[in-house]
């Protein structure tokens, strides 16, 4: 055996025992969605997909490809447009697409602190747009005064 496929299959030995099999995804069908980003000129399929949802399993996924050498390469929603979630060749990719909540919001100030998959997210389209709303009205208002 070759030592790159025997990489690919340490690693997805390691993967498997990580990850639940529906999180690990390694078939030809499952991987296509991932070969490449908003950046459709550049395209590579990776050997799997990881996709954790805890902290605890995404370090255990960097240590078992740092100790295997395998190339890994983060991706939230995939939609970056300069080709920066593009799988290596004998690579992964670190799936972050389960990290979707929204950590904490502070209206007064109009910020949220987001996990990794939720840029754009539709809880996030609605604060955006509360927050859109709630200075329309304010400004709207301030108008009205001036002219009053
Ligand atoms: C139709 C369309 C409209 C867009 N409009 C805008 C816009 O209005 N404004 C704007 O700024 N951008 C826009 N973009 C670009 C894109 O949506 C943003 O760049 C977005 O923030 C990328 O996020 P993503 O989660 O999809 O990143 P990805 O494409 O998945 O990743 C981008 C890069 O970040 C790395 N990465 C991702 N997650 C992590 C992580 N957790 N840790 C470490 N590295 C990570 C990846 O490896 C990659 O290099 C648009 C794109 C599209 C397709």
Redesign the pocket.
Known sequence: MNSELESSNNILLALSEILPEKYLLTSKEDLKPYEC??MPAYQRIPIAVALPSTVEEVQKIIRACESLRIPV?????????SG??LPHEGGIILG?SRFNTILDIDHENMTMRVA??S??SGNIRGCCALWFVLCARSVIADCLFDWW
Do not use: P, Q
């Open positions: 980003d908003g390469v983060a991706r939230g929603a995939g939609t970056g447009l920066g979630a972050l990794a998959r840029a754009k």
